[in-house]
């Protein structure tokens, strides 16, 4: 007779299965978490390994500024020979440009970069196991959130990279946009991989859950950003920037929810890092805006062809030409803030273009509002310019509105220079034509009469006059050689930057946007310039296209192997280009010591 407390062979089968499955589901969750410490091991690796990336830039560049510091960039000694040999060779290979990067040196970077991603994403899964899809989409989330800090790192205005190597945000932009295109790429796989795991095998209620939900919100997010920043910021940036601020917001949160804890997968980390980084870079630049906005007004001149001046009451700390900062005019636009190049000091001025949006509705309120004073704050400066007064001779390029940083850069230079100094300032512009030199003609008559304007070589040249009407003061014999040097257009990269429709960047007031040739027939309109600045300067104007590379060239050729000489440009990419390319052919062993500096239209 059986006991009453046996089990039906029934019962027993199934306790044991369900014992079983109890225990196939408790080591499957041990394999989860142990895969989860696997990959943010790695991830904490990628980090290291991208801070060490950085830390060995910031290690050489400091080497070189101690070296400078210390004039030992000028003495042929036989023992710091071997460095400063290795380091100009391979600075006449950085500096170069290569198609689709800014420079040989960017491309290296952004090589690195891939490459770190690369291994990480393939390296040392848990156990081994490369067979499973799961286990690469559980990496690629990984990499993706690592990433995303990254891209809110790079994106930072405040960034530390600017106090520690002469890399400012804005010259981090372009690492920003890789890097946020590498996090989509890692979202999309993803995702996709998973997707197609859960439904292979029947188990779709997984994705309806709210962590999944979340990261299905969080990936449709970062798709939108980068086809706004591909899209949407090419036609109206001011659009492409409320929707990117927007979209991180979504994603800041979307994250949060789909990694909801700190242990034991440690992804809610990552959200609270990324957030603290954003929310404090933007609570220093609304700290600055408000300190700013005491006392402060700033009147506004329209100035001819859709110029438009700003001087400020009060400069901000640390202001130098040359540099750049965010301005609020609440009377034009309440909630936005926008960059321009500081052009000079004191006052501070800023002198900027007409585009759609922001631009337009200011010089259309200066044209109907002449010398108006409007509540104003500046937030900056920003930009991170080598010091002119470091260098024996400073060759300064610029095409079209790009004046604004390199007369901002002549200005700084020439109040600070001493009264003995030897230095001297190469200054070559490309512009339009006449109504665009009014815009600087303060700052021209600065160069031509400042107690150091024998220093000063101003070669200015208008490449749109018409040559029936050669502008005050300029020579016949200029003419005549610019008519004949503007045979060959092809050549002329100069001219066709001057000629390029432009977007701005946070460094130069903006590109100029030059009209149609039909627009051009038409007579333009008349504008009362400020009596503080006067229309006109006795100018000796070449009518024609400048030889860029010759002109530079020249000026390094003629300083002494010992000295330092400084190539400073500001324009379009083909002006860029230029001078890359020739500041990369003048970097000798035996030479002098060749520094180029590039600010560029577009962000």
């Known amino acids: 007779m059986s006991s009453p407390n046996a089990m039906s062979p029934e019962a027993s089968a199934a306790a044991a299965a369900a014992a079983a499955a109890a225990q196939v589901a408790a080591a499957q969750e041990a394999y989860l978490e142990a895969r989860k410490e696997q990959n943010a091991e790695m991830v904490i690796y990628y980090a290291a390994s991208l801070s060490s990336l950085m830390g060995l830039f910031i290690l050489s560049f400091w080497i070189r500024f101690i070296f400078v510091r210390l004039g030992w960039a000028r003495v042929r000694n036989p023992i710091l020979f071997p460095f400063i040999a290795t380091t100009r060779v391979a600075r006449k290979l950085f500096v170069r440009t290569l198609p689709g990067f800014t420079s040989v040196g960017h491309a290296i970077i952004v090589t690195a970069y891939v490459a770190l991603n690369i291994l990480f994403a393939f390296y040392d899964y848990y156990q081994g196991d490369y067979s499973q899809i799961t286990n690469y989409a559980a990496r690629f989330g990984w990499m993706a959130t690592g990433n995303m800090v990254f891209v809110v790192f790079l994106a930072l205005k405040n960034t530390p990279l600017a106090f520690l190597t002469a890399y400012s945000y804005e010259r981090l932009n372009v690492l920003h946009q890789i890097a946020g295109y590498t996090t989509l790429l890692f979202t999309i796989l993803h995702g996709s991989m998973y997707a197609s795991y859960f439904i292979e095998n029947d188990r779709i209620e997984i994705l309806q859950e709210d962590v999944v939900t979340a990261g299905i919100v969080l990936g449709f997010a970062v798709l939108f950003t980068c086809l706004a920043g591909t899209i949407v910021k090419r036609f109206n940036y001011e659009l492409f920037y409320v929707i990117h601020v927007v979209l991180f917001l979504v994603i800041a949160v979307a994250l949060g929810l789909h990694r909801p804890s700190f242990n034991p997968d440690k992804g809610l980390y990552a959200t609270v890092i990324l957030a603290a980084l954003w929310f404090s870079d933007r609570l220093i630049r609304f700290g600055r805006l408000v300190y700013n906005s005491i006392n402060n007004e700033a009147t506004i001149h329209a100035l001819p062809d859709g110029g438009t001046r700003i001087v400020l009451k009060k400069p901000i ?98 109040d600070r220079m001493a009264e003995n100094s030897q230095q001297q300032i190469d200054f070559i512009w490309a512009v339009k034509g006449q109504d665009n030199i009014t815009w600087f003609t303060e700052h021209l008559n600065n160069l031509r009469n400042h107690y150091h304007s024998p220093k000063v070589s101003l070669k200015v040249h208008a490449t749109r006059l018409p040559s029936s009407h050669p502008p005050h003061g300029s020579h016949s014999n200029a003419h005549t050689s610019a008519s004949n040097s503007s045979t060959n257009m092809a050549r002329s990269t100069l001219e066709k930057g001057v000629e390029f429709t432009s977007t701005s960047n946070p460094v130069s007031s903006s590109a100029t946007p030059y009209q149609s040739d039909q627009e051009e027939k038409d007579p333009p309109r008349h504008v009362e310039v400020p009596s503080s600045s006067p229309s006109t300067v006795d100018l000796p104007i070449i009518v024609g296209r400048p030889d860029t590379e010759a002109l530079i060239r020249s000026a390094v050729e003629s300083v002494g192997k010992d000295q330092r000489v400084l190539i400073a440009a500001c324009g379009p990419d083909g002006l860029i280009k230029v001078v890359r390319n020739v500041a990369a052919s003048c970097i000798s062993v035996g030479g002098p010591a060749v520094e180029v500096h590039c600010e560029q239209f577009g962000w």
């Open 317 to 414: 700390l640390r202001a130098r030409p040359g540099k750049h900062c965010y301005v609020w005019l609440p009377r034009i636009r309440a909630l936005e803030t926008h960059p321009f190049t500081i052009v000079a000091s004191d006052p501070m001025e800023l002198v900027i273009n007409t585009y759609s949006g922001f631009t337009r509705d200011l010089h259309k309120y200066a044209l109907e509002n002449t010398c108006t004073s409007l509540k104003v704050s500046v937030e900056g400066p920003y930009g991170t310019d080598p010091d002119p007064l470091d260098f024996d001779k400073v060759v300064l390029v610029a095409g079209g509105s790009g004046a604004t940083f390199t007369f901002g850069i002549a200005a700084d230079m020439l």
